[in-house]
């Protein structure tokens, strides 16, 4: 199973010249996060919880295979101590969870690339960000599309205990629940990373490098909220593709940017019933969101100004040059092109 990884997505662009304290205390910063808030191992008694125990090694197998290594650190430990005189050995196994820890905070080693250490480390800071978000979204759509609905017909049945209010009320405040405890975990990693002045952002599954503070702030930030949804799947991946492509100095991250605005504009109108199957292209779909008869979604100039945007510089991309020269946009052009795609589909988004 092949899993995306930050070290591999930004292999070719180099992130950390060098490593210094601050390098240090922001992964254990990163680890404490994971360990005291998103996969506590231990329970109140201290005992280890068989469920923690099941997520540490996948997430310690997935991360080691991607890297291409058995182990991310030693599994066992082998200590030497002196007692009266008599030499003795304590030799046993690390838990799973210590085993990870050892490969995040373990001491850099000057002979190491900075650069790739950081980027292995972060990568496991990645995965276990995206394997907790997954397995929330996985668990509440479980309890609200399941549990929560059949416990509320029971009870509407009379076949159930007489509690007050709806028990789906208080599985949905539930889901609610965790899902602010885990925002507030990935804004505290965020913010660890601004304060290290590491140029990464956590978002959907995925760290990523932000390359502008104000940016990430008005645009970035806002963009990736709005599409907190499953229906935006297709534009979230697009746009992480686009934004990996422009980093890793990759070709068209822009036409991936133009894809996930397309993408956003087909799916709002198929949601209102607009698309009526004869459209052939984006224009097309622009239409159904301008047509006065649909209410006017968008205004004409706003119509036009899209338009405008696939015509000019999404469509070069999208099609082959044939024997005329291939498109090329600056990096500052680049930048723009996408930061326009975030800003038009999170309005786009904010107005159904």
């Known amino acids: 199973m092949l899993t995306d990884i930050f070290a591999h997505r930004y292999a070719k662009r180099i992130l950390w010249d060098q ?42 197998d997935r991360l080691s295979m991607e890297l291409g290594v058995e182990n991310l650190s030693p599994r066992g430990y082998s200590i030497q101590s002196t007692i009266r005189g008599t030499s003795q050995t304590n030799a046993g196994f690390w838990p799973i969870h210590q ?17 790739r250490f950081m980027k292995d480390r972060i990568s496991f800071v990645e995965l276990a960000f995206r394997f907790c978000e997954e ?23 009379g076949r159930g205990i007489s509690i007050p209010g709806k028990p789906g009320e208080g599985l949905k405040a539930y889901n609610k629940s965790l899902k602010t405890k885990f925002s507030k975990s990935a804004e ?48 979230d991946n697009d746009m992480k593709e686009a934004l990996d492509r422009r980093d890793g100095n990759h070709k068209d991250p822009v036409f991936y940017a133009a894809r996930a605005l397309e993408s956003t504009i087909k799916i709002i109108s198929e949601q209102k019933d607009w698309t009526h199957g004869g459209e052939k292209g984006a224009h097309n779909f622009i239409d159904n969101l301008g047509s006065a008869k649909n209410g006017t979604f968008i205004q004409e100039w706003e119509s036009k100004a899209l ?4 015509t000019e510089i999404r469509n070069p991309f999208g099609h082959g040059a044939g024997s005329g020269k291939m498109p090329e946009l600056t990096l500052q052009q680049t930048n723009w092109a996408i930061e326009t795609c975030m800003s038009w589909i999170k309005s786009l988004v904010h107005r159904i």
């Open 307 to 310: 338009k405008s945007f696939f």
């Open 99 to 115: 085993v990870c820890k050892n490969f995040v905070c373990v001491k850099y080693d000057e002979a190491e690339s900075a650069d």
């Open 135 to 157: 397995e929330l979204a996985e668990q509440t759509k479980e309890r609200s599309g399941t549990l929560l609905t059949n416990f509320d017909e029971l009870i509407e049945l």
């Open 188 to 235: 505290e990693l965020n913010e660890r990373f601004r304060n290290a002045g590491a140029p990464l952002n956590y978002h959907n599954g995925f760290i990523q490098v932000a390359a502008d503070e104000l940016v990430e702030h008005q645009i970035e930030l806002p963009f990736w909220k709005a599409l907190d949804h499953p229906k935006w799947k297709n534009v």
């Open 19 to 60: 490593f210094t304290d601050g390098e240090a205390r922001l992964l254990t910063q990163c680890f404490r996060i994971i360990a005291e808030q998103l996969m506590p191992y231990y329970d109140a008694e201290g005992q280890a919880r068989d469920t923690a125990k099941v997520k540490w090694n996948l997430l310690h």
